[in-house]
């Protein structure tokens, strides 16, 4: 009698025990589709911001080397003139360099570097309206090729992949 019963209890609990249907699986599915959209857009921009911090790194590393050369030789490294046209420095064969920057420009007060960035288009365009007299120090690293991502100026940093 005993048997019996717990015989009959296991069938029992075995036909309360079903699978999940279909609109449950869905449901899940789909909440976890959305958080994986979530996460993956909230790495777009960590990656962004570490391309960021590199670059405004290696303009803190180019701006040390500038000031390390003039606390040697007493004046800033310089390759060639730099003329400001309108609030806008034009420099002499710009044809490898782009905007928003190119290479590091840098003075004794700001630093506007592209992450030694290079491109084959011409042109170059300042952040901002540079105020005729202004004592800029461009660096450019060979070979003049490749694709401008980014720059930083200041704090501010502009990435594109």
Avoid at 145 to 156: F, K, M
């Amino acid at each position: 009698m005993l048997l019996e019963l717990l015989k009959d209890a296991r069938r029992r609990s075995h036909r309360s025990q079903e699978g999940f249907t279909l609109v449950e699986l869905l449901v899940v599915i789909a909440i976890l589709g959305i958080l994986a959209a979530i996460v993956l857009f909230n790495i777009s921009g960590v990656n962004a911001n570490a391309a960021c911090n590199g670059m405004k790194t290696d303009g803190a590393t180019i701006q040390g080397a500038a000031d390390l050369y003039w606390n040697t030789y007493g004046v800033y490294p310089v390759g060639t003139s730099l003329t400001i046209v309108g609030g806008v420095p034009t420099l002499p064969g710009a044809s490898d360099l782009s905007s928003p920057a190119a290479g590091a420009t840098v003075n004794q007060l700001e630093l506007l570097q592209a992450n030694l960035l290079h491109s084959a288009t011409n042109g170059w365009n300042a952040g901002a309206p540079i105020p005729t007299g202004t004592e800029l120090f461009t660096y450019k690293a060979a070979p003049p090729q490749g694709t401008v991502h980014g720059a930083i100026q200041g704090n501010a940093c502009v990435y594109n992949p």
